[in-house]
């Protein structure tokens, strides 16, 4: 190898330096290199070296050479692939499993294709979905769980590392064109912003065009919507027919139909992520109304008729029981996700739960048929028998609900109970604009039936086992099979690269890969179904659960996700869920050995996949601990009108503290409209202008009445500094603030009241903070959204946790407005 300059310098002088203490036998003869260093690469070298045509002064006595600039085709009649991800969704719930939730698309899918039985996730939306993307173990993506808890650690960062290249980008690159439809939940959230780093968006990790939301969750009536790299408002309204899975479905056939009219030879790949079935359910209300009476025998009842609906399908074996309602012991349980006896109910509360599980399902059943829509589609045009449609859920059912449900699911967030005299207010508008409505956990434990527990769990297959149906009518021969290997979410990548031809790269961009962690199931299309697994090995941790699969058995912790930590004496239990596949029997003394086996596997691939540490504080602690920012946490924020909603992970943090609000505004006799808001109805704040006085609600948690104060006297035209502070006091039982909030025009107090206001975040699905208007689903019932501010003019708003004196901050803020 050639060596630089100065490394052969440097060599001599070693050598020489050497040879003062060696006797003249011993000394080695040095000689310095005469080689000339390499040249330089330019782009002549480049072109040089790639360019095979003839390049002379005249083009008229030159030759073209295209193929270093070609774009690579994909292979002749390449597939289509179509990747459908619903949320939280426990096995026992739809149709072709024998479940109760009618899902028209999934059952002509299965019918003409295959059902797996033993499909495995990691428990929870972004580590699930980053394992479909990039093939490898999610810690491996930055993603322990969800983006929101993101730490400091090598597999919990919420970044997907470059050394992790999605599916995407091979495809794209292989001549596929790339579309994202829906949820994406794979940024952190820092970067849910319009001035953001946008490296880890859609259209930077593969994709040609993106349609959807980029948070966890959203309002399925008032989506926060993203097209491409922009934030967008949605096109309709719901009183205009709009709702977020309608929309997709939309979307969805316009990107197939327009790459079609330029593109028809180019094969496509599609990863369609609708908001369903994650909270909030929302559902048309006639899609509802299909399963009145359905549920009314309860969630233990449900339990055991869809076991036996399972047994005959063949999905579980006719050996499986029912696991326990509550297998942790409840010194160690969460009560949150404790499940409450049927017969221990109220009438209200089985009316109100009974309501809750038919929006569930007439959501679930919605979205399946606008998703028919696109499948229709698909095969009026032809394109169906040559796309691989891969059906899945992330994770099983959500108890997020806690054992008495919710109205308003942003209340488990903030860790505030719910109240059955406020949600039975609800009953008769369950799933529509005014409701944020989530199950309780009995029902989430009746979905995932026969297994224990539910999402986040992933030590229990109640966490992890979930539908996954695959159709390809040009490349699989069996139709309306069921299969019953063991498989996993990384396992999909490895099968796709395997169907089109590809294979990830040891190197990509300069970047050495991870090698995938999953395997091909390609060698289960045209099996026979009780061909033994290709896969050996699977972990899970999640929130301080644990657990690990090993050619059919399993070791699993009883650790509570949100606990308190005290992992080194967790208990171990095993089980053989070749033979028992609802992990019901214990076999830990039974085979101490095999126990110990599995343990230690666990650790060895804790190592590997970068897992530690363990994680399992609550989620008011994991959503609100400060991370690092492209912009630091300061005491002082000031917005302008007329930009784009600034999401909560980078708006001003007025949580557990004093806080004030300063508006420059000027206003006429008719001045009306939003002039600062933040959050919605189910959790927000909003200073704005009606009937010529100022207002400023405070929506806590969208427990009404809404906390309002009022000026007293209608304002002239003018000029004014207006605003609204408030002084934390103390906290309360559930860790809200108590305090007073005073209103103020210029430095004068109009109106003073106690209000409480939130401990945790306004919402987790991206209502962001708007000045001039309130986008989204509107913080007060005071006005309609967008309520935007008319005949008159918002110069800026100051939010302000500094500590300092409202009428000093109101003097400088009056300077401002009258400088020029």
């Known amino acids: 190898m050639k060596k630089p300059l100065l490394t052969a310098l440097a060599a001599v002088t070693m050598a020489l330096a050497g040879c003062n203490q060696q006797s003249p036998s011993t000394m080695e003869k040095v000689t310095v290199s005469t080689e000339k260093d390499p040249a330089p690469f330019t782009a002549a070298s480049h072109a040089k070296e790639i360019f095979n045509g003839k390049i002379a002064l005249d083009v008229r006595d030159s030759e073209a050479d295209w193929e270093p600039y070609a774009l690579k085709p994909a292979s002749v009649d390449a597939p289509n692939v179509l990747i459908i991800l619903y949320d939280d969704t426990g096995l026992a719930a739809w149709s072709p499993y024998g479940g109760a939730v009618n899902m028209p698309t999934l ?95 859609p259209l930077q990790r593969g994709f040609d065009r993106f349609y959807g939301f980029l948070g966890g969750e959203t309002n399925n009536w008032y989506p926060d919507l993203v097209e491409d790299n922009h934030f967008i408002e949605p096109p309709a309204t719901p009183e205009e027919g709009y709702h977020l899975s309608k929309d997709l479905a939309d979307q969805a056939i316009k990107m197939i139909k327009n790459q079609q009219a330029t593109n028809p030879s180019k094969p496509w790949f599609m990863w369609y992520n609708p908001g369903a079935n994650h909270a909030p359910h929302h559902s048309p209300r006639d899609y509802a109304d299909k399963y009145k009476g359905q549920f009314d025998e309860g969630y233990e009842a449900y339990r055991e008729w869809v076991l036996a609906r399972m047994k005959q399908r063949g999905i579980v074996p006719e050996n499986t029981k029912l696991s326990p309602w509550n297998p942790i012991p409840d010194e160690i349980g969460d009560p949150n996700d404790s499940v409450r006896p049927w017969e221990s109910l109220s009438a209200d509360e089985k009316r109100l739960f009974s309501r809750m599980a038919e929006v569930f399902a007439g959501f679930s059943e919605y979205t399946d048929v606008q998703i028919g829509r696109v499948v229709d589609y698909l095969e009026k045009t032809g394109q169906l028998d040559n796309t691989i449609v891969v059906y899945a859920a992330d994770n099983g059912a959500s108890g997020e609900g806690t054992p008495s449900g919710s109205v308003n699911e942003n209340k488990y967030f903030n860790s505030y109970p719910d109240d059955m005299t406020e949600n039975m207010k609800y009953l008769d508008v369950l799933g529509g604009p005014d409701t944020y409505n989530h199950f309780p956990t009995g029902w989430a434990a009746a979905f995932s039936t026969p297994f224990k527990m539910f999402k986040r769990y992933s030590q229990f297959a109640g966490g992890t086992a979930d539908p996954l149906i695959i159709s390809w009518p040009k490349g699989i021969k069996a139709r309306g099979e069921l299969r019953h290997q063991y498989h996993h979410a990384v396992d999909i990548v490895p099968t796709i690269l395997e169907l089109t031809g590809l294979k990830m790269p040891e190197e990509y961009k300069g970047v050495q890969q991870y090698p995938l962690s999953g395997v091909s199931m390609a060698y289960t299309f045209n099996a026979e179904p009780e061909t033994p697994t290709q896969k050996h090995r699977q972990y899970y941790a999640m929130f301080g659960t644990r657990g690990i699969w090993q050619d059919g058995w399993k070791a699993a912790t009883i650790h509570p996700p949100f606990g308190k930590g005290d992992f080194d004496n967790d208990v171990w239990e095993l089980y053989n869920v070749a033979e028992d596949r609802s992990e019901t029997l214990n076999l830990a003394n039974r085979y101490p050995e095999k126990l110990e086996e599995l343990k230690k596997a666990w650790f060895e691939e804790a190592e590997k996949n970068l897992v530690l540490p363990l994680d399992d504080r609550s989620p008011v602690e994991l959503l609100t601990m400060e991370r690092p920012s492209e912009e630091k946490p300061r005491d002082r924020y000031v917005y302008l009108p007329e930009t784009a909603p600034v999401p909560e992970g980078v708006a001003v943090n007025v949580r557990g503290r004093s806080y004030k609000i300063l508006a420059n505004v000027e206003i006429t006799d008719d001045s009306r409209g939003v002039i600062f808001a933040h959050g919605s109805r189910f959790g927000g704040h909003s200073l704005y202008m009606k009937d010529g006085k100022l207002h400023y609600s405070y929506n806590f948690l969208g427990i009404k009445p809404e906390q309002k104060l009022i000026s007293s006297a209608v304002l002239k035209p003018g000029k004014y500094t207006l605003g609204v502070e408030f002084i934390r006091e103390k906290a309360g039982e559930n860790g809200e603030s108590l305090g007073v909030a005073t209103l103020y025009v210029n430095d004068t107090a109009v109106a003073e009241k106690p209000i409480r206001t939130q401990p945790g975040k306004f919402t987790l699905s991206g209502d962001g903070l708007c000045v001039g208007y309130d986008s989204g689903d509107a913080v007060s019932s005071d006005y309609k959204s967008p309520g935007t501010f008319t005949n008159g003019e918002v110069d800026f708003v100051a939010v302000s946790v500094e500590g300092i004196p409202y009428v000093d901050l109101e003097k400088e803020a009056e300077r401002m407005m009258f400088r020029n």
């Open 107 to 201: 059952d002509k899918l299965a019918a003409n294709g295959l059902t797996y039985t033993q499909f495995h996730t990691a428990a929870l939306c972004s580590p699930t979905r980053s394992t479909l993307l990039t093939g490898r173990n999610h810690h491996l993506n930055g993603f322990a769980s969800i983006s929101e808890t993101a730490n400091g650690f090598p597999g919990q960062h919420g970044r997907m590392p470059d050394q992790t290249a999605t599916m995407a980008q091979l495809l794209q690159e292989a001549g596929w064109s790339t579309f994202w439809l829906g949820k994406n939940h794979n940024l952190p959230e820092q970067d849910v912003a319009e001035g953001a780093n946008r490296k880890q968006w």
